[in-house]
């Protein structure tokens, strides 16, 4: 069907009354969410759906277009705990972050705990060793400036709950998970079931609650606290009212979604068109308005209109109706739109450059879908990047994080394994030398200070010495004693210098 030009210009009017909300909403801030799914328990029988809910899940805050989405399976201990930490640096400076972990989850004198695949938790004193506690998770998020969210799929019964031996024989070894309140606002923990009760893994390719998260979250614009009231409605019938999903903590009075709401569309479109045709001269485009909009409360005015340049001949013939729609479309980005304007416009002189946006266009998408292409992710300078990032918290690494494996960093790991005591190849990138980093958790290279200051905890201060001391070779001493200066002598001044006995 050809387009006609009014039709053209509200078309122009919708795209323009969008374009603001979109890019406002695209631009706000930074949002940032970490996704795990442990099912290949080692000691315990596996799961069969927190890897599929994480996947699914972590495709959730991809399309909803989130600054970084880190997407993790199967962690150990020493994989749980890396994970966090490096979230925590990303995390630092986001207005929105968000933790989604499905997998299991125990409850130990009050206190909530991430369990990893290598978990064996043969003593209740070997939770602290061998799991990551929920409070580690709040306080990594902490930073976030605008919501803390966390989502645990995790209330599935507690595996070594019969096999735990306790230490204490009055220690308290819960269902489920334990209650918590979030000490800081715009915070939302978000159970799979409520607290004290067990939240079921499904038969089907996710768990129930995931199932209903997956339906709900990605609603444009729907506010978190009604996305979470749906999920508990859908998991309680779901299950035959046996699982009751829960969230803790609060958020202000905006609203608050992780997909954002689409642009409301534009109503009245004849006072759109008429707003654009209202000084027109072109008579036909005046009369397509009538046809389109019979009963407009313009219509009559848009009759007067045409009236008058039927009757005045001295009207100055204004631009010609292709011109116009050109002018409309030429710096769209749409390509369609174009194609539209050659279709309607055939033998206009704009067509060959109608046709070369047109191409240009295609060119551009093409060049984009290349760049964002997975296969373009170097696998090389993903595992430098790490690198750099594990050195840096051993105090070894003090360059700029860029995935670059130069002298810089590779004096890093040079350092590294010489006060670390361990042999590592400094001149060869390899997942051994990342591992063998991670296994430290605490800081390895020793700090450098300048000759006046001294290393303190982790940083460097000043040395101050006290009154009648001065600083030598990184120590204060008191000041040697002049036995020319210790005995009072006549002194005089002459020609500007002074003389003394």
Request: aromatic share 6%; glycine share 6%.
């Amino acid at each position: 069907m050809r387009l006609s030009l009014f039709l053209v210009l509200v078309l122009a009017a919708i795209v323009a009354a969008a374009t603001p909300v979109l890019c406002t909403t695209t631009l706000a801030n930074k949002r940032v969410a970490l996704v795990i799914g442990n099912s290949a328990y080692k000691k315990v029988p596996r799961l069969s759906n927190p890897v599929n809910d994480a996947r699914a899940v972590g495709e959730i805050f991809r399309a909803a277009k989130f600054d970084l989405v880190d997407i993790r399976y199967d962690l150990d201990v020493q994989g749980l705990r890396s994970a966090i930490r490096d979230f925590s640096l990303v995390a630092q400076d986001a207005d929105v972050a968000v933790v989604f972990y499905a997998g299991h989850g125990i409850e130990l004198d009050g206190n909530n705990y991430l369990l990893p695949i290598d978990a064996k938790l043969a003593w209740d004193v070997d939770v602290e060793d061998e799991t990551v506690s929920l409070d580690r998770v709040l306080k990594i998020i902490e930073p976030a400036k605008r919501l803390r969210l966390v989502i645990l799929d995790a209330c599935r019964d507690n595996p070594f709950a019969a096999s735990m031996k306790r230490t204490v024989a009055t220690r308290s070894i819960g269902v489920g998970l334990a209650k918590v309140e979030p000490t800081t606002s715009d915070t939302l923990i978000a159970f799979a079931a409520k607290a004290g009760s067990m939240a079921e893994d499904g038969s089907g390719p996710h768990s129930p609650f995931t199932s209903a998260l997956l339906k709900h979250l990605p609603v444009p614009g729907l506010d978190l606290r009604f996305v979470f009231g749906r999920v508990r409605d859908e998991v309680w019938k779901s299950t035959g009212y046996r699982q009751e999903p829960s969230i803790y903590g609060s958020l202000g009075g905006d609203t608050i979604s992780i997909v954002p709401a689409l642009p409301e569309p534009v109503s009245n479109l004849d006072v759109v068109a008429w707003d654009f045709l209202k000084d027109s001269s072109d008579a036909a485009a005046l009369k397509q308005f009538v046809e389109r909009f019979p009963t407009s409360a313009f219509r009559a005015k848009a009759e007067e209109r045409i009236a008058a340049l039927a009757t005045k001949s001295e009207l100055a013939v204004g631009p010609s109706t292709d011109q116009i729609a050109w002018d409309l479309v030429k710096g769209s980005k749409d390509a369609d739109q174009l194609r539209r304007f050659v279709e309607q416009f055939p033998t206009s002189p704009q067509r060959a450059d109608a046709e070369q946006r047109i191409t240009a266009l295609a060119a551009e998408a093409a060049q984009e879908a290349k760049r964002t292409s997975p296969s373009d992710v170097d696998p090389r300078r993903e595992i430098a990047r790490a690198l750099q990032l594990e050195l840096k918290r051993v105090g070894c690494f003090e360059g700029t994080v860029d995935g670059e494996f130069g002298s810089i960093t590779q004096d890093a790991l040079r350092n590294f394994a010489k006060y670390a005591a361990i042999a590592v190849t400094d001149n060869e990138l390899s997942i051994d030398a990342l591992k063998a980093v991670r296994g430290f958790n605490k800081r390895v290279c020793p700090i450098v200070c300048q000759s006046n200051e001294r290393a303190e905890g982790e940083r460097c201060v000043r040395i101050v010495c006290p009154t009648g001391e001065v600083l030598k070779d990184g120590a204060c001493g008191k000041v040697a004693s002049d036995p020319k200066k210790s005995s009072p002598g006549k002194c005089f001044v002459f020609q500007g210098r002074q003389f003394c006995e």
